[in-house]
């Protein structure tokens, strides 16, 4: 009986997350959206008893009263980005425990760093989530099987996965113009992802390819700090907080000029950022250079150098 009622839950599982689509109209406007969705998963460690959960995102459109994805007579028919959370047993749950610091709930679990907007109680057409490009240079690879496992052999896929959120999803201008940055243009024309890639708006005026937009050279900081820390949760968020620039044109609309506020989330009493525990503990165990007093001495407004970090 017991195996009976895993398959049961496994089949139930597989049956939402990879529900038959209503057949659309060719006429209809969003047909080409809903036969190009796709899912995205990504397995991690829930640290309870029990063992692992899965975390799923997805980016469709509302369901109807049936669990089908298509367009509903209300007209709630544009495609977002959702979260869905299971255990070990394939039961779908609404929270779990990422980063051993106690349970979250969904959606607010996964918005913290996929789009910042919390959950206001109803959100019938999403919370303007993200989901976040596959940095190759953050990721540890396996030595077994490296035909199969290594970086170099894996590079199409995750090039494909990376090209199915620009065009499958509702990317930021941020997160278009870092993919686009690290395969070499629109159209991703080269065949392996460039880590080493800096985003115009930290790079000197005219420099490189886009050529950079700021007024200093800030490349550096950029890939020392901005890109291991930050960037990728914040290429998700809309406006300035994307840290897309070093110093922009206006007022307080670059990473420069937020000095005061980045100073206060990273170093005061709370030490709030950066928010995912793992980067949290990288940023401050960090060597060569040692990321806080990097980003002290990085010459941002309202931080004194040699100012105390932490606070």
């Given at each position: 009986?017991?195996g009976?009622?895993r398959?049961?839950?496994?089949?139930?599982?597989?049956?939402?997350?990879?529900r038959?689509?209503?057949?659309?109209?060719?006429?209809?406007?969003?047909?080409?959206?809903?036969?190009?969705?796709?899912?995205?998963?990504?397995?991690?460690?829930?640290?309870?008893?029990?063992?692992?959960?899965?975390?799923?995102?997805?980016?469709?459109?509302?369901?109807?009263?049936?669990?089908?994805?298509?367009?509903?007579?209300d007209?709630?028919?544009?495609?977002?980005?959702?979260?869905?959370?299971?255990?070990?047993q394939?039961?779908?749950?609404?929270?779990?425990?990422?980063?051993a610091?106690?349970?979250?709930?969904?959606?607010?679990?996964?918005?913290?760093c996929?789009?910042?907007?919390p959950?206001?109680?109803?959100?019938?057409?999403?919370?303007n989530?993200?989901?976040?490009?596959?940095?190759?240079?953050?990721?540890?690879?396996?030595?077994?099987l490296?035909?199969?496992?290594?970086?170099?052999?894996?590079?199409?896929q995750?090039?494909?996965?990376?090209?199915?959120i620009?065009?499958?999803?509702?990317?930021t201008?941020?997160?278009?113009?870092?993919?686009h940055?690290?395969?070499?243009?629109?159209?991703?024309?080269?065949?392996?992802?460039?880590?080493?890639?800096v985003?115009?708006?930290?790079?000197?005026?005219?420099?490189?390819?886009?050529?950079?937009?700021?007024p200093?050279?800030?490349?550096?900081?950029?890939?020392?700090?901005?890109?291991?820390?930050?960037r990728?949760?914040?290429?998700t968020r809309n406006?300035?907080?994307?840290?897309?620039?070093?110093?922009?044109?206006?007022?307080n609309?670059?990473f420069?000029?937020?000095?005061?506020?980045?100073?206060?989330?990273?170093?005061?009493?709370?030490?709030?950022?950066?928010?995912?525990?793992?980067t949290?503990?990288?940023?401050?165990?960090?060597?060569s250079p040692?990321?806080?007093?990097?980003?002290?001495?990085?010459?941002l407004?309202?931080?004194p150098?040699?100012?105390?970090?932490?606070q």
């Open positions: 009986m017991e009976r009622e398959l049961r839950r496994r089949r139930e599982q597989r049956r939402l997350l990879q038959r689509r209503p057949r659309l109209r060719p006429q209809d406007a969003h047909a080409k959206e809903w036969r190009q969705r796709r899912l995205l998963r990504l397995e991690l460690p829930d640290r309870q008893p029990g063992g692992d959960c899965q975390v799923v995102a997805q980016h469709s459109g509302q369901s109807d009263r049936h669990g089908r994805d298509g367009v509903l007579a007209g709630r028919r544009s495609p977002f980005t959702k979260f869905y959370v299971f255990d070990n394939g039961n779908r749950i609404n929270k779990a425990d990422l980063d610091a106690g349970v979250k709930y969904v959606p607010n679990l996964c918005v913290i996929h789009g910042q907007n959950y206001p109680g109803s959100a019938a057409n999403g919370l989530a993200r989901f976040i490009p596959f940095d190759l240079d953050s990721f540890q690879y396996p030595t077994i490296p035909f199969l496992f290594s970086r170099a052999a894996q590079e199409g995750f090039k494909g996965l990376n090209n199915r620009l065009t499958n999803t509702n990317p201008p941020a997160i278009t113009e870092l993919v940055g690290w395969y070499g243009g629109a159209g991703l024309p080269n065949a392996t992802q460039n880590g080493a890639y985003v115009p708006g930290w790079r000197l005026n005219g420099t490189g390819i886009p050529p950079g937009t700021s200093v050279d800030k490349s550096a900081l950029y890939r020392d700090v901005v890109k291991p820390s930050c990728s949760c914040h290429i406006g300035t907080a994307n840290w897309s620039l070093w110093d922009g044109p206006g007022t609309d670059g420069k000029e937020r000095g005061a506020t980045i100073r206060s989330f990273v170093c005061g009493p709370n030490r709030v950022m950066p928010n995912a525990r793992l949290y503990s990288n940023f401050w165990l960090s060597t040692h990321q806080p007093a990097a980003l002290g001495a990085g010459g407004d309202f931080w150098a040699g100012a105390p970090c932490p």
